[in-house]
């Protein structure tokens, strides 16, 4: 192994995906967004940095967003080793940590359901964030942020400057009575400094080791933002 593989190795970030499965009592199925996935791995990939997949229950969750129309999806979607990957994610109760220089929590609306009060995902973020790790996070993985809190008690959002799916996009799509809550509006009542932008318009915010996206079309950018970070740690190493 090469100096710059192995450097590249102390980068890995561990991507994790909902295992619900279903839009509350619609009965529609949901998932992880397939492009909130693949987007943002193509960003690390190109960088060379590694991820590894997690879930909140292990094993092969399921997948909404499947456009394979989208060149990046497909390239990913018909790649054997990323589809095994997939089949065998980690749970996430059973993932060491300290394995990892950064987390990235992906969307889709299953992640509103499962990320929320979950105390895996409270811990990993906190276990990655507390030795200087990046936290990233795009449309509806920032629900994974709303319930962690710090070692003094306060939320992990409170006075930091994120984006999310907004309010408005959820009654876009009309499943704004369908969530649990409105994504947006809870986290600023835990005290986030939310930036909307128009539906569907590209949105990151990097506050610190703080990555977040606010819709599909900002997956790329949140990859790319946490790449930065990953790689500027590494130099500065």
Known sequence: MNGEHRERQHLQVLFV?????????????????????????????????PVEFASIQGGEPPVDGLDLTDEINARYWNDRDFRDALRHTQRLGDVDASKYAAVFFAGGHGAMWDFPGN???????????????????????PAALVDVKL????????????????????????????????????????????????NWTAKVVVDGRLVTGQNPQSAA???AAMRHLLLARSRQA
């Open 221 to 223: 950018g949140v990859g």
């Open 17 to 49: 995906l909902t295992s619900h499965a279903k839009k509350g009592s619609t009965g529609e199925p949901t998932g992880f967004y397939l492009g909130e996935v693949t987007h943002p791995l193509a960003e690390l990939h190109a960088a060379g940095i």
């Open 119 to 141: 105390p895996d995902v409270q811990k990993v973020t906190r276990d990655i964030h507390d030795v200087g790790g990046v936290v990233g996070a795009v449309c509806h993985g």
């Open 151 to 198: 070692g003094d008690g306060t939320y992990f959002v409170a006075g930091k400057n994120l984006s999310a799916f907004t309010d408005e996009e959820e009654r876009a799509v009309q499943l704004d009575r369908v969530v649990p809550f409105l994504l947006a509006s809870t986290l600023k009542q835990r005290g986030a400094l939310h930036h909307p932008v128009p």
